[in-house]
């Protein structure tokens, strides 16, 4: 049993940078994910630690190629005490939500942008029923990594409580999934850390999308499926963030008009049940 949420993965980071050091014969993404990847897979039976690295590095992972401008960061996170401070959050979300116990693991943030007139990012996060991660920059604000901790671990939550395999996941409960991550953040820290995409959108826009698109489809399975919904994608009728600015609008309109709730009540409610209650109903 582990003693700690939160794996001491600074070492395991050390470790990767001095094999990257010594001219391996091995390339820095084959020493990445025998280091890095492959003492996570036990806790995801069916992926080997090839496709786990592919799945970790589509969402914010380093370059290990880039594994020269690591060990400054990582020295700089420790400094910071970047481990023990998402422990210390995390138990206390844990006892908030009555949640369930799970890995945390932290790892730098590849942070390349593709496009010239998009600022580079600076934390992501993964979140599925057993582990979680974070993609962060050195110079990430403490309530930055609160808040990103906050809306993955109420993601490991709510993926709990339904029971449900990421292939039976209807759209509706990814769109909630997502709503109830952020409407946690500004319960816990305040609309200041909200993510700039609960507010893209006006309601005309977003209410109409969401009747066009969304609400034929909202019992679609199977997350792999949702990426556009939840994601945008240029030149489609579904503009950028667009199912995470829904989903968040979902859960802050039910709450705003039937809430307060107690602690994790509010997270504890059908998907069904929130919708219909919402400024997004299905009529």
């Not at 400054?72 to 401070?85: G, S």
Request: aromatic content about 14%; hydrophobic content about 35%.
């Amino acid at each position: 049993m582990r003693n700690s949420a939160v794996i001491q993965t600074q070492t395991w980071l050390y470790k990767f940078l001095h094999a990257c050091s010594e001219k391996s014969e091995e390339n820095s993404y084959v020493l990445q994910c025998k280091m890095l990847c492959a003492p996570i897979v036990k806790l995801f039976p069916e992926v080997n630690p090839e496709e786990l690295q592919y799945e970790l590095l589509t969402h914010g992972l380093f370059d290990p190629d880039n594994w020269a401008d690591l060990r400054n960061q990582v020295k700089i996170l420790e400094q910071r005490k970047i481990w023990k401070i998402v422990e210390q959050e995390y138990l206390f979300l844990k006892n908030l939500w009555k949640g369930p116990e799970v890995a945390i693991y932290i790892y730098p943030l590849n942070t390349v942008t593709l496009h010239r007139n998009e600022k580079a990012p600076t934390k992501n996060g993964l979140a599925y029923k057993g582990a979680l991660f974070l993609f962060i920059t050195e110079g990430l604000r403490i309530e930055e990594i609160k808040a990103l901790l906050a809306h993955e671990y109420n993601h490991v939550c709510r993926l709990n409580y339904l029971g449900l395999a990421t292939e039976t996941i209807p759209l509706k409960d990814s769109l909630i999934i997502e709503g109830f991550g952020e409407f946690a953040v500004k319960e816990l820290y305040g609309e200041r850390w909200l993510a700039p995409w609960t507010d893209f959108y006006s309601f005309k826009e977003s209410k109409g999308i969401w009747t066009k698109h969304f609400i034929p489809n909202l019992n679609l399975r199977g997350t792999k499926n949702h990426q556009l919904y939840l994601y945008g994608k240029t030149r489609s009728p579904f503009p950028k963030w667009i199912g995470y600015h829904i989903g968040y609008q979902i859960v802050d309109s039910f709450h705003r008009q039937h809430g307060p709730f107690n602690n994790s009540a509010l997270y504890r409610k059908s998907s069904d049940e929130i919708i219909a209650g919402s400024n997004f109903p299905l009529n």
